[in-house]
């Protein structure tokens, strides 16, 4: 319930990220317009690196108790992730041709960007082949914690690699500012799909018990009962 | 039938012999394939005919082949060892072995390293084939330094060991699961592939330099952290 | 705290594949020494009990102790465990000894090599000794798995379907072995289908129906039965009807 209340102020600051970024954002000298792209680009590639961090961590306190809640935020969390490293690859690619007329090379952060995303996909992957919930959980949550200790080693193996991504672009204080609001009004949004998406993951866990729990065979006695005679 | 007085096991508190377990459980394996020769000849076959294959496109001058051979040479290692540690994992799982294994007073930990360290040796296998292969098929200096080519050779080979041996093992238990392992290694693995890549060709320059030794580093802590990671989350992995 | 003399207790034990409950609150003590049969149908969940008290399969909710220790994470404590499963858990490509000896090499067993010859001679297979699993017949790799389970000793053994694939020697054989480990108070846990073994060789026989302990009876063929039955048989409290109730003795403990 509490998240109607919510969509409504992160919907206006999500427009007003966008709005911001189509008109209040300078527009920069080399590559025009498209430069745009950077905004998004960037609040999707943090809230990839976030979403990974989170299912790591749920996945390690799903271990620690064997509680099926974490494993949703674990699940809710590699959804979404996923969506935000996939757009984070397409915004790169798109960047990088407006940048420099490729739509892929291998520098250190779109190369970082990848393994994540392979990350995410193998992560679903190896969920979608379980049925199990606890089975499924305790797999994913292994995956996830190594996952998680690759991160900064692959962050370490692409930055001495050689490569052509910017490190910071020397940002105006305006652009600076429209992509802090872009950051911060995505995760909001992220949050709230993360919310959302969890608690239907925990409905769809109580829905099932339900079923356990009342054999098949009074289910339809009841429902027979129920009509007209 | 005679099975022996009540007393034939002492009732210790403690685990014991671990060592000498990991070293029967190594034994097992190495024992095992090298009567049935199912695994590590395919291993073999795919790392030279990989090698075969990189070495049909060089058609690139000596400074090129040079910057690229150590990439080659560590997909190569990296792949003909994947297949030898998915099918280690598949082949225990016959005859209900696995079963049989996790059943006795030994701890899952002690299988992990045991696996590792069977796995470490076939990569070392392959090393042994490919490094020499890779010499004579492109002419590269890749023994010019061989103590530095021994030392990338054995931290490569011991972080690709540690996170292919736990997440084989996950897969293994997945049904399907030996075509996903490479899928799920593969991108968590590209720190070592690159770093031993990287370190191989800075192992032919004129001079060791810096780079060389941070490469070394950022292996050695792959290595470290996934062995640990291993040791400790392959608890995990086999509840079933 | 645990009587010392309760070989395995578990208490609240469920397991869930899925959507499929397959063991729901079970609650047991099973004595020292006892020999008990686990009945039901096919896809009742005799197996998965099983592996759930040999702490092979983790369950979705309770615990199981062997003579009060823990089951789960216990590496030691599986000393006290021998387990012989549905697969004969032999290595193909080991010979019959070498599967033994590295069995007992597993289990910390003193001089492993001559307790695999002793066993193997008491099998009678110590002319195949040197050979592998495939050039042996089903019956005798039958016998060298359950050799494997046997060869540390073990106060508790759990048998999955021991008599499938076996003929009529050999059913003979391994009835006597049974016999014989009940003589000298090994606790044995045993799944079979056939009611004759059952009434033959088991003092309890727990019954699954559709994946729930339904009920238990005492088995009444043994001259002693009302002897065991009044010594520390004693059954855990249930919830309600999914747990175990001593029906032929009238006692819910």
């Known amino acids: ?229 | 039938m005679d099975y022996g007085a009540r007393g034939a096991v002492g009732r210790h508190d403690k685990e014991r012999y671990v060592t000498a377990k990991l070293w029967w459980m190594m034994h097992k394996d190495l024992a095992s394939e090298w009567r049935a020769r199912r695994v590590w000849p395919a291993m073999l076959l795919l790392g030279i005919v990989v090698a075969l294959m990189f070495a049909v496109q060089m058609g690139l001058s000596p400074e090129q082949k040079q910057e690229t051979v150590g990439s080659l040479l560590w997909l190569a290692i990296f792949f003909a060892g994947m297949l030898a540690m998915d099918r280690s994992f598949v082949a225990e799982r016959e005859e209900g072995c696995w079963e049989g294994l996790l059943s006795y007073p030994v701890s899952p930990t002690a299988v992990y390293f045991a696996k590792l360290a069977v796995n470490a040796i076939a990569l070392a296998a392959i090393q042994c084939v490919l490094i020499p292969l890779f010499v004579a098929l492109s002419d590269v200096p890749l023994l010019e330094r061989p103590w530095a080519m021994l030392a990338v050779a054995v931290l490569g080979n011991v972080g690709i060991a540690a996170i292919g041996t736990l997440l084989s093992g996950l897969a293994a238990g997945i049904r399907h699961g030996a075509n996903l392992s490479v899928l799920l290694v593969l991108p968590l693995v590209i720190p070592v592939v690159l770093g031993a890549a990287e370190a191989t060709r800075l192992g032919m320059e004129e001079t060791l330099d810096a780079a060389w030794w941070r490469w070394c580093q950022l292996l050695g802590a792959f290595a470290v952290v996934f062995t640990t990671a291993g040791a400790v989350l392959f608890d995990f992995v086999v509840e079933d | ?253």
């Open chain 1, 1 to 229: 319930m509490h998240s109607r209340l919510w969509c409504i102020p992160v919907a206006a600051l999500v427009a007003a990220a966008i709005l911001a970024v189509c008109l209040v954002a300078p527009t920069e000298e080399t590559m025009g317009d498209a430069q745009r792209i950077v905004y998004i680009h960037v609040a999707m590639a943090w809230l990839a690196l976030v979403g990974f961090l989170i299912v790591g961590a749920a996945g390690a306190m799903y271990l620690r108790g064997r509680n099926l809640l974490w494993d949703h935020w674990a699940q809710a969390a590699a959804e979404l992730g996923w969506l935000c490293a996939s757009l984070t690859l397409a915004t790169g690619s798109l960047w990088a041709h407006a940048a420099w007329n490729t739509w892929w090379t291998w520098d250190p952060r779109l190369l970082t960007s990848f393994i994540l995303w392979a990350a995410y996909s193998g992560y679903l992957l190896v969920r979608g082949s379980l049925d199990d919930p606890h089975r499924r959980a305790r797999l994913g949550a292994v995956l996830a914690i190594v996952g998680v200790f690759d991160v900064p080693l692959v962050i370490m193996a692409t930055r001495w690699f050689r490569g052509m991504h910017p490190t910071s672009p020397g940002m105006d204080p305006t652009m600076r500012l429209v992509l802090w609001l872009s950051v911060f009004s995505f995760t909001g949004l992220f949050v709230l799909l993360l919310a959302i998406r969890r608690r239907q993951l925990r409905q769809e866990g109580l829905l099932a018990d339900l079923e356990r729990q009342t054999p098949l065979e009074d289910r339809y006695a009841k429902e027979r009962t129920c009509l007209p005679s």
């Open chain 3, 1 to 253: 705290m645990t009587e010392p003399n309760i070989a395995i207790q578990l208490r609240g034990l469920s397991k869930r594949f899925g959507r499929q409950e397959v063991l729901r609150d079970v609650h047991l003590d099973i004595p020292a020494g006892a020999s008990v049969a686990l009945t039901g149908a096919n896809g009742a969940g005799k197996t998965t009990l099983l592996r759930c008290m040999a702490s092979v399969l983790r369950p979705t909710a309770g615990e199981v102790r062997w003579f009060g220790r823990s089951a789960w994470r216990n590496p030691d404590a599986r000393r006290l465990i021998g387990t012989v499963a549905h697969q004969s858990g032999l290595y193909p490509h080991l010979t019959l000894r070498e599967n033994l000896v590295f069995a007992a090499r597993m289990c910390d067993v003193p001089k492993p090599l001559r307790r695999a010859d002793e066993l193997l001679s008491s099998l009678g297979l110590q002319a195949s000794a040197d050979r592998t699993p495939a050039e042996v017949s089903q019956g005798m790799r039958q016998r060298v798995a359950l050799a494997r389970g046997l060869i540390h000793d073990p106060a508790i053994l759990f048998l999955d379907e021991p008599f499938s694939g076996l003929d009529v020697a050999g059913t003979q054989w391994l009835c006597g072995l049974l016999d014989e480990l009940h003589a000298l108070e090994r606790t044995v846990c045993f799944a079979v289908h056939d009611p004759d073994m059952v009434r033959r060789l088991a003092d309890t026989v727990l019954e699954l129906r559709s994946g729930r302990v339904e009920h238990h009876d005492v088995a009444a063929l043994k001259p002693d039965a009302q002897a065991r039955e009044d010594a520390n048989l004693s059954l855990a409290g249930a919830s309600g009807f999914n747990g175990l109730r001593c029906a032929g003795c009238g006692r819910a403990a």
